[in-house]
């Protein structure tokens, strides 16, 4: 089963940047979507980006102005590029689709394995 594979998050400083990525591990038929979601211990995960085929873009309000979602639509890739990062930025990231993989009938729901974002002085 096709996974998504999810690189980048760490370690910054408040006002530092970041960069998220995540790809397939298989070959991609369709995407209708793309996006990153986040989560601390103790509350809902929480839509941070969500950028479509057709290059629409959402952002949770937080985050205008200093997070940008990218897709490269070739690779099925999404990436997430974060700016002037907040202690309130830190969670684990987990990246999202809805695709459809090559050799498959159905969209499908797709969820990364989640990478660690911690900003702190």
């Known amino acids: 089963q096709v996974q998504l594979v999810e690189s980048g998050g760490g370690l910054v400083q408040p006002g530092g940047s970041l960069g998220l990525s995540c790809a397939p591990s298989?070959?991609?038929?369709?995407?209708?979507?793309m996006g990153w979601y986040r989560q601390v211990p103790g509350k809902q995960r929480e839509l941070v980006a969500t950028?479509?085929?057709?290059?629409?873009?959402n952002y949770l309000d937080s985050v205008k102005g200093r997070f940008t979602i990218s897709m490269d639509n070739a690779k099925a890739t999404v990436y997430l590029q974060m700016s002037n990062l907040k202690p309130e930025d830190s969670a684990t990231y987990y990246c999202?689709?809805?695709?459809?993989?090559?050799?498959?009938?159905?969209?499908?729901?797709?969820w990364g394995q989640g990478t660690q974002v911690t900003v702190v002085t």
């Open positions: 298989g070959s991609i038929f369709r995407v209708v979507a």
């Open positions: 950028i479509f085929s057709d290059g629409r873009t």
């Open positions: 999202n689709a809805v695709m459809r993989p090559s050799g498959t009938s159905n969209l499908g729901n797709y």
